[in-house]
């Protein structure tokens, strides 16, 4: 992408898990669609001592086991390659390890003054010392600074972050990341319900009886349940992804697309969250939690937690947002559905669930119609019926995975998905609750739909996930 200024990208952490997983292969994504700059380099930054050329085989390692390789899809290594550097040594306030000088080197090799980007792909308690380091060794003028989550991992931890991140960057420096705002299915949010009268005349309490927030997931926290025991359901999801799709929901509608109004419209809405009730939520535990290394014996870390939300807005007010993630699962979805209200008349027996609009958020995604239709045959049955819209067979465009979009908005310098300093800090606020008087947490068996506790919380609808 010519029109993209040339770009050193930092990359801390590069030898870690999630860079592994998903920004390398992000990266080199981008670099096949030619959505990079023409002139770019990527650094990666960690403690140990390690080649630029041993640095490019991890990368390579990374792409095989993580990204696209094979078939023919690893054309352009080479060029990839050449541009891929290391500065060891680790980085903070009191010692920059090689960084600077490779920062140089690179400099150089570029020529000019290039827009300088750094990806915080660490865990959070390192953001504040890198943060301190940046500015010590005047890292932070002009540049752009990419936070992964969990930014914070309370109300005041969050607080005194977000103080030392503003008093060494601008706000519109700051890229706080979550991912599932990145999903296409997400963002098809916005344009299925603002261009589309038959959706957009029914998204408010007047027709919608109960909004469903469903993030199952089937697989375990092996190879991180260090990390995971450290954080849990309720933090590692439901004061970010699920709030986050909550209020894409629920926003009221923006002056505009641009940036700005959108991330307005977010914040509006999130102030309106009120306070999570510790009655209306479920924390659980999957069996065999605690046998897993890394797992204390006594660990209370919950792997599931279920919500009922209130959005206090004219729009939204007595309309209960449920929301549920979790490991071990019955089965892996991510899925936000509008319940709609059963019209009154003379049908007094619909079947199922009525109608139901829902996006399924996995993969490309897909936006699912559930409407109630005549059943064939000589009588008068009724039966539940769907339309689906695959959103990868929309014609004219090639779906973009989440850290990719991020990843490019992010060199664009465009902020719409991503999270704000006043919009997380009603995140926290509504979240606070929770943390300071935690109900107990249910067992609940690997396979199944979570403990039966949680139920309730969907009535009188029921889940429309495992029903």
Known sequence: ?????????????????????????AFWELAQRGLLPQDWRLVGNGRGDVSHEEFAGRVHDALTEFGPFGDGADDGWADF?????????????????SLLDVLAEARAELGGRPQLVHYLATPPEAFAKLTRGLQR???????RVVYEKPYGTSPQGFRELDELVLSVLAEDQVFRIDHFLGK??????????????????????????????????????????????????????????????????????????????????RE????????????????????????????????????????RLWVDT????????????????????????????????PVTDVPGHGNVLSLSLSGSGAVDLQVVAKQPGPDLALAAATATLQLA??????????????????????????????????????FAPLQERPPRVYRYAPGSWGPVEADALAEPAGWLLGS
Do not use: C
Not at 324 to 339: D, I, P
């Open 268 to 307: 509006g809405v999130l102030a309106a969250f009120r306070p999570l009730d510790p009655a209306e939520v479920v924390l659980g535990q999957f069996d065999g939690y605690t046998d897993l290394d890394g797992v204390a014996d006594d660990s209370r870390t919950d792997t599931y937690v279920a919500a």
């Open 81 to 97: 390659a050449g541009r891929l550097r290391f500065a060891g040594g680790g980085f903070d306030e009191s010692d920059p390890g």
């Open 184 to 265: 296409e299915g997400t963002q098809d949010l916005h344009v299925l319900r603002f261009a589309n009268g038959l959706f957009g005349h029914v998204w408010s309490r007047e027709h919608v009886a109960q909004v469903q927030i469903d993030v199952p997931e089937d697989l375990d926290v092996a190879g991180r349940a260090e990390f995971y025991d450290a954080t849990g359901a309720a933090l590692d999801m439901l004061v970010t992804h699920l709030f986050q799709l909550a209020a894409e929901v629920a926003m009221e509608p923006p002056a505009s697309f641009s940036p700005a109004d959108l991330q307005a419209a």
């Open 137 to 143: 060794h005047g890292l932070t003028e002009g540049s």
């Open 314 to 345: 004219d729009r939204w007010r007595g309309v209960p947002f449920v929301l549920r993630t979790g490991k071990r699962m019955a089965a892996g979805e991510q899925r936000v559905s509008l319940l709609l209200r059963r019209p009154d008349g």
């Open 1 to 25: 992408m010519t029109d993209l200024p040339a770009t050193v990208f930092v990359l801390y952490g590069a030898t870690g898990d999630l860079a592994r997983r998903m920004v390398l292969p």
């Open 393 to 430: 067979d929309v014609p004219g465009g090639t779906p973009l995975p989440p850290y990719v979009s991020l990843l490019h908005d992010v060199l664009v310098g465009d902020r719409s998905l991503f999270t704000s300093s006043d919009g997380l800090a009603h995140a926290w606020r509504a």
